[in-house]
């Protein structure tokens, strides 16, 4: 049974950085790839970030030079390092896991499970 956990919300200043991570077993991250979604009050869930099986990253324009999805299969881990925050990157932020997902473009249709989401707040 898959079961993604993130991790490592909370509230920032404009500018500082949080570093998110999802918990997800070593079979999940061998042959799937990972995304990071994002849901803002108000606004429709968008792809933020994905990284395939073989390590090819993709990012929204919006956070591209900021943001940073890596994995580490040894910690059955993979991290969005999140610098420069601005208050447009507040909301519910959620990985997922797909076989084949992130083949360019961060698509929600890719993937088939689901984290419960950690809540992100840049604000002063």
């Known amino acids: 049974q898959l079961h993604l956990v993130e991790s490592g919300g909370g509230l920032v200043q404009p500018g500082g950085s949080l570093r998110l991570s999802c918990a997800a077993p070593?079979?999940?991250?061998?042959?799937?790839?990972l995304g990071w979604f994002r849901q803002a009050p108000g606004k429709e869930r968008e792809g933020v970030s994905c990284?395939?099986?073989?390590?090819?990253?993709l990012y929204v324009d919006s956070v591209k030079g900021r943001f940073t999805i890596s994995r580490d299969n040894a910690e059955d881990t993979v991290y969005l390092q999140m610098n420069a925050l601005k208050p447009e990157d507040t909301g519910i932020y959620y990985c997922?896991?797909?076989?084949?997902?992130?083949?360019?473009?961060?698509?929600?249709?890719?993937?088939?499970?689901w984290g419960q989401g950690t809540q992100v707040t840049v604000s002063s």
């Open positions: 997922a896991a797909g076989i084949g997902a992130c083949a360019g473009a961060v698509s929600a249709p890719e993937y088939t499970r």
């Open positions: 070593g079979y999940v991250l061998d042959y799937h790839g």
């Open positions: 990284i395939t099986s073989g390590g090819t990253t």
